[in-house]
């Protein structure tokens, strides 16, 4: 499918950010389109704040192009900000305020319909109640836990129903329940054609909810694209237990010869892995090979690759090269 | 859309509601008024020139306690606690955040001052010939110390720092109130406590060896020189 610029709702070119000498981003290029989820995952230190916050216009690009629904969103914040919703990756309340106080100043503070004198009150009610927080409406900002802190931060980033909403890592300190409550929020906001762009340490929360992944590295972008495109290119791991009546020499010779394998290792725990293209026709070969001989195959699995080996993948790999650049 | 005086005016009334839920804040912001003036009555009204003296005195002291040190730790408690970053992602813009932050101090300082100078004056402190320049100090004092304190606050790094970084303007400032009737000459009008001394003496219709120009000239550097820095340095989260 061709993306044009019109359909992107938030783009970058050759995005480059710095502190002082170090480089946090090196020269990336994104595309987010109109109406989707796009999950920025990466290590610690890996730049993906620092993105977000040019992304967002808090920060000036200190090399490349940004452009957020068509504007230059560091240039012209006030032409964007009506439109986008930011949860920051820490709070930063009034504690002294209450939760419901805290609300009624960002909705005052807001130009969009939600946020219009007459509808204050029942936008503010709503908010809280999807977020669970309607009991604490009274109840000092400083005075809540951090997993309520993050949902009024959520509640402030989505209350104006912006077209474009930043969440970086909105579901960090919630417990499971509210987790997919988030989850859940998230999902009703997309269905409502806004554009989110969300950073998370929770591999499983991108597969969830994206449509599209990129996963960074060292300030730069290692791989892009959905699920399926990031994984399809990835091994299939079969395991299984070393039979008893084989030697793991002989194991490794045969397998190696019959299979073709990407990978083959026999781990402390007497375990064969193996990791295989084909999943299908390796199986098939596999346990020709046990019938022949009439080994039994205990424990045997097999693991379509996941988020998690491309993303363990890649930080590895990426390590390894920058150790011997 | 929300203007940047609604913004700054929604700002302002948040800061307020902080101010008088902070009972420390609140006790000393009352008492203060209060001790001054019972501590000047002590010493009396009536003295020959005291007018001058207790005029530059009160103005000075009233707005670099109740502006400079108070929006300079504010400022920088907002930018550590994230709230500077918080307002600067919806769509609050950098004047409204500002303003916001610095209205509720300066009312503050404002109603003070009129308070001790209703007592003062009611006490029997003699009535300016030329009230205007005491105005104008006061427009001028505000002006200057709001400057400095956003100035201060954009070198500052952290709530602890401020605790020495605002010591040397403070000290600017009652250092040159006290010595300006000492030491008469015109360039001490370039000083923030020398200018504030010569438009009181120009309202009470004192000699003085200052000018009106000069005074003022004096205010507007030290509040250009606040501004500057603060264009120059001020950012709105922790350095990291």
Redesign the interface.
């Known amino acids: 499918m061709t993306t044009t610029m019109h359909d992107l709702a938030i783009s970058a070119q050759d995005l480059r950010c710095s502190?002082g000498d170090f480089e946090a981003v090196r020269g990336i290029d994104l595309a987010v389109r109109t109406g989707e989820v796009f999950a920025l995952l990466g290590t610690n230190g890996a730049g993906k704040t620092t993105t977000m916050e040019t992304l967002?216009g808090?920060r000036r690009a200190d090399g490349g192009s940004v452009s957020l629904l068509g504007h230059d969103p560091y240039g012209e914040r006030?032409v964007v900000?009506?439109r986008v919703g930011?949860m920051?990756q820490?709070?930063?309340?009034?504690?002294?305020?209450t939760v419901a106080?805290t609300v009624r100043?960002?909705l005052?503070?807001?130009?969009a319909p939600p946020a219009a004198k007459g509808r204050r009150e029942a936008t503010l009610t709503a908010a809280l109640e999807r977020v669970e927080l309607a009991d604490r409406a009274d109840t000092r900002v400083v005075q809540l836990s951090g997993g309520q802190k993050r949902r009024l931060d959520l509640v402030?980033a989505t209350i104006n129903e912006p077209d474009v909403v930043f969440l970086d890592e909105p579901t960090t300190g919630l417990d499971p329940e509210s987790r997919q409550n988030t989850w859940d929020l998230i999902a009703g906001l997309r269905r409502t054609g806004a554009t989110i762009v969300l950073t998370t340490h929770y591999l499983e929360e991108a597969e969830q909810l994206a449509d599209r992944i990129a996963i960074m590295h060292a300030g730069r972008i290692a791989v892009e694209g959905t699920l399926a495109e990031l994984v399809d290119d990835r091994p299939t791991r079969i395991s299984f237990r070393r039979p008893a009546d084989v030697t793991g020499v002989d194991v490794d010779r045969a397998l190696r010869t019959i299979l073709a394998p990407r990978h083959l290792e026999l781990d402390a725990r007497e375990t064969v892995h193996i990791d295989v293209d084909d999943a299908q026709q390796a199986l098939v070969r596999l346990l020709g090979w046990a019938e022949d001989h009439r080994h039994r195959l205990e424990q045997l699995t097999v693991n379509q690759a996941s988020l998690s080996d491309v993303f363990a993948q890649i930080a590895a790999d990426r390590t390894l090269q920058e150790d011997f650049a | 859309m929300s203007t940047t005086t609604q913004q700054m005016s929604v700002i302002a009334r948040t800061e307020w509601r902080l101010i008088t839920r902070n009972k420390t804040v609140l006790l000393s912001a009352t008492l203060m008024p209060l001790a001054v003036a019972g501590m000047i009555a002590i010493q009396g009204v009536d003295q020959p020139d005291a007018g001058v003296g207790m005029s530059a005195m009160l103005i000075g002291l009233f707005t670099v306690l109740s502006i400079y040190l108070t929006v300079t730790i504010t400022a920088v408690s907002r930018r550590q606690d994230l709230y500077l970053k918080r307002l600067r992602s919806g769509e609050s813009s950098d004047v409204a955040i500002f303003g916001g932050l610095v209205i509720a101090p300066a009312v503050l300082c404002l109603g003070q001052l009129v308070v001790v100078f209703a007592i003062l004056l009611a006490m029997g402190l003699e009535v300016p010939a030329q009230p205007w320049w005491l105005a104008v100090a006061v427009v001028g004092a505000v002006a200057m110390n709001l400057a400095a304190a956003v100035g201060t606050a954009a070198i500052t790094p952290n709530p602890t720092a401020a605790q020495m970084s605002t010591v040397p303007f403070f000290f600017l400032v009652i250092g040159t109130l006290f010595a300006s009737p000492f030491a008469d000459n015109r360039f001490m009008d370039l000083t923030p406590g020398g200018a504030l001394v010569t438009l009181a003496r120009l309202a009470y219709e004192m000699p003085t060896p200052g000018a009106a120009l000069s005074a003022i000239a004096g205010l507007v550097v030290w509040t250009a020189i606040g501004w500057e820095i603060a264009k120059r340095y001020f950012r709105w989260e922790p350095r990291a």
Do not use: C, K, V
Request: glycine content about 8%; cysteine-free; proline content about 4%.
């Open positions: 502190y967002e808090h006030a900000r009506p930011i920051l820490e709070s930063g309340f009034a504690g002294e305020l106080e100043m960002w005052a503070l807001s130009s402030l």
